[in-house]
């Protein structure tokens, strides 16, 4: 348990910490010679059980609140101390609006100086304590009387503290490591140490750590927990580490820096919040209003952004952004303390909600209602709540990481929320179940409705179904979700085409009749120059416009292409050329081809071959700088065949095969290819696998 002071300068603090512990957290020679704590304290006290008690000591000068509010992260419980001839001060109130506003909601008032207060005054102060805690947290909190000159109440005191060790639980040892860094220095021997507080997760010996929100990355060499030798260190305990690693010096981490898991590594400055402004405030809160805002042990400067309509009054609560002038490294869920520019006073104080906040549409009744979600007290009820509402997905790695939590958290909130997992490259997406099945049933509808409308196209493109369905899924994650359902034959997918698996094409018998007598023009020798159209219908003495109308619906089956204006190639035919124009940049030193260099290989005559070029060129197959071109290497796929099912007589007609499975043709997938997850990356959740 890590206990903190608090309170108004002069008020008995670092001697009742002393009183406690025999330890004078006063070290430095100004706070000596001043009589007054400047920065923080440490000192430690074992408890009859083995455990340690660890001690934070606060400055109470109002010029060091900032080092107060450092401190002040990661306390379990409080002493508030309030000088019993003193009386409630400034400091008193405003610490006790921090340790509020931080969420610490446990707690003793220390009456202290109890020697120098008579009967009638202490019942006095004790009355205006009672008046100042209602409201908070502490409302119901203990008033001990103290005297460290005296010794009145330090032994209940030290007994009362041990009781409570007992009996609050560990901070769960859950989520991902972080150490919010009060102290950085250099240990003679050891090298660079950092000392605070383990907000979550563990740490051990060994491990591999980063220090955001400057990314610089260490291993950790030995580590003190309590102030004891360890080889882990947990949440809720004040550790010291001993770091190793490129870079490392005490310079380099300093007071504010987060010691964290790798994967935490993601320093944000802009964020969505809950925010409270204090009544004692005498202004509301307008837009782009400045402050300094203290999460952690860090501070930094940055703007209020109001996302509501009316400014915040005093007393009252509201949702904002807050963006800083730095980023820094925090977890959804952390609260932070506001003071002013001037670092005068404490304003008020929140709670973040989203460490992503978007810059624009920020304020929409779909983000508020996002942000309703996120403000839920915790992480599962939040993801719960966001799956239920637009746009329906999240990314799950980037909660989980946002959150800080531990790859068995995420999994088991997932699990427990029966949401549905897909893992596409570099995200996994997650939706709920109801979600999935919404999704899947439009998906069919969708396909069925396709097909009746346009019975002789094979399918419906990925990019044009991806934007007609709701939720619209990120493009990676769509096509992940496209292979899973093609793997359960519940769709067919066909390079770019997405079909259902009983579609299939068919010509009338007629057009099967033409086609038969068409197919061989187009293949054997002649295949790099096919006759035209109007050729085809002189050579076989048919109407030019049927002969011109069957090859558009056999390029929209996918069969031949229109390389030029009435000038049909077999697919197949294309699929080669392909492989030709992949053939000749491989020779070329720099992946660069001439026009004629492809001429020679296909041997068609100049014409044609430059067609054939820039109708690659229009697909993007190829890329053309003045006289050269070379591959785009992620569109090669798109002119190869995947096999679909032999249409009529004609069916073999594009004269070669081509590989089975071809790769989708993919837009937005930001020319990386997606990954291609195994059936496992679409993972259901029982009972759901069938259901449509
Ligand atoms: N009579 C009396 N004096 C006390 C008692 N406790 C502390 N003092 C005196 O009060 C003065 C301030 O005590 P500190 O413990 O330094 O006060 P503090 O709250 O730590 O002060 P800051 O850290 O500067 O905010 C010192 O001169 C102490 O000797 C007490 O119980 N009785
Ligand atoms: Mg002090």
């Known amino acids: 348990m890590i206990v903190g002071t608090a309170g108004h300068i002069d008020h008995g603090k670092t001697a009742l910490v002393r009183a406690l512990t025999g330890v004078d957290t006063d070290r430095l020679k100004e706070e000596k010679a001043r009589g007054i704590s400047i920065d923080l304290g440490f000192a430690y006290m074992p408890a009859p059980d083995g455990s340690v ?78 008046h100042l805690l209602a409201g908070t947290a502490f409302a119901d909190a203990e008033v001990l009387p103290v005297s460290t000159v005296t010794g009145e109440g330090v032994d209940a005191l030290r007994e009362r503290l041990f009781d409570v060790a007992r009996s609050i639980h560990a901070r769960s040892a859950g989520g991902r490591f972080r150490l919010a860094v009060d102290r950085s220095f250099t240990l003679p021997g050891a090298g660079t140490v950092v000392t605070g507080t383990v907000l979550s997760g563990a740490v051990s010996v060994g491990d591999r750590i980063v220090v955001s929100p400057s990314g610089l990355s260490a291993r950790v060499r030995s580590i003190h927990a309590q102030n004891r030798p360890t080889e882990r260190g947990v949440a809720g305990e004040r550790c010291a580490l001993n770091l190793a690693g490129d870079g490392v010096s005490k310079e380099a981490i300093a007071r504010g820096d987060m010691i964290a898991d790798p994967e935490l590594h993601a320093p944000t400055a802009r964020i969505d919040a809950t925010f409270k402004l204090l009544d004692s405030e005498a202004k509301p809160v307008g837009q782009w209003m400045p402050v300094r805002l203290h999460h952690a042990a860090s501070e930094v400067g940055g703007r209020i952004v109001l996302l509501g309509d009316a400014p915040i009054t005093p007393g009252s609560e509201a949702v904002v952004q807050f963006v800083l002038d730095r980023p820094i490294a925090a977890a959804a869920g952390d609260r932070c303390v506001l003071r002013n520019t001037t670092a005068q006073r404490t304003i008020g104080g929140g709670k973040f909600l989203d460490l992503r906040a978007p810059a624009r549409k920020r304020r929409g009744p779909e983000r508020l209602a996002q942000l309703a979600a996120l403000a839920l007290p915790d992480p599962e009820a939040a993801l719960a709540a966001l799956l239920d509402r637009p746009p329906f997905y999240l990314d799950s790695s980037a909660f989980a990481r946002d959150w800080a939590l531990g790859d068995a958290e995420a999994a088991a909130a997932i699990r427990r929320c029966d949401a549905i997992e897909v893992k596409a490259s570099g995200s996994t997406l997650v939706v709920s179940a109801a979600t999935w099945l919404r999704f899947k049933r439009g998906l069919l509808a969708t396909l069925q409705q396709f097909h009746v409308d346009h019975p002789d196209r094979q399918g419906i493109g990925v990019e044009p179904l991806r934007l007609q369905l709701q939720p619209r899924l990120p493009a990676p994650g769509f096509i992940v979700v496209l292979q899973g359902l093609a793997r359960m034959a519940e769709i067919a997918l066909d390079g770019a085409w997405v079909r259902l698996p009983g579609h299939t094409v068919r010509l009338t018998p007629d057009e099967e009749r033409l086609w038969v007598r068409i197919a061989p023009l187009l293949r054997g020798n002649d295949r790099f120059r096919p006759p035209r159209v109007r050729d085809i219908a002189g050579l076989l003495a048919v109407r030019e416009a049927d002969v011109r109308c069957l090859l558009k619906l056999l390029g929209r089956m996918g069969k031949v292409d229109e390389v030029a204006h009435d000038h049909f190639f077999l697919r197949g035919t294309v699929a080669e050329m392909v492989d030709i124009i992949v053939g000749e940049s491989a020779r070329a030193p720099d992946g660069r081809f001439t026009a004629a260099q492809f001429r020679d290989r296909v041997d068609n005559g100049r014409k044609v071959a430059i067609q054939i070029l820039e109708f690659f060129d229009r697909h993007g197959v190829t890329l053309r700088r003045g006289d050269l071109r070379r591959i785009n290497k992620h569109r090669l796929d798109l002119f190869r065949r995947s096999g679909g099912e032999a249409v009529g007589a004609a069916g073999n007609a594009s004269g070669r095969e081509s590989p089975p499975v071809g790769r989708p043709d993919f837009k937005s997938g930001r020319g990386r290819e997606p990954v291609l997850g195994g059936f496992d990356s679409l993972s259901l959740p029982p009972g759901s696998r069938n259901a449509r």
């Not at 660890?54 to 609140?65: Q, S, Y």
């Not at 019993?84 to 008193?92: E, F, H, K, L, N």
């Not at 509020?100 to 019942?123: E, F, M, T």
Request: charged share 20%; no cysteine; hydrophobic share 50%.
């Open 53 to 130: 008690l660890g001690f934070v000591d606060v400055p109470g000068h109002e010029k060091f609140v900032h080092n107060m509010l450092a401190g002040a992260t990661g306390i379990d419980f409080v002493l508030l101390v309030i000088a019993a001839d003193d009386g409630v001060m400034p400091q008193t109130r405003e610490h006790l609006a921090i340790v509020d506003l931080l969420g610490i909601g446990r707690g003793i008032v220390v009456l202290s100086k109890s020697d120098l207060a008579s009967p009638p005054r202490r019942a006095e102060v004790t009355a205006d304590i009672e």
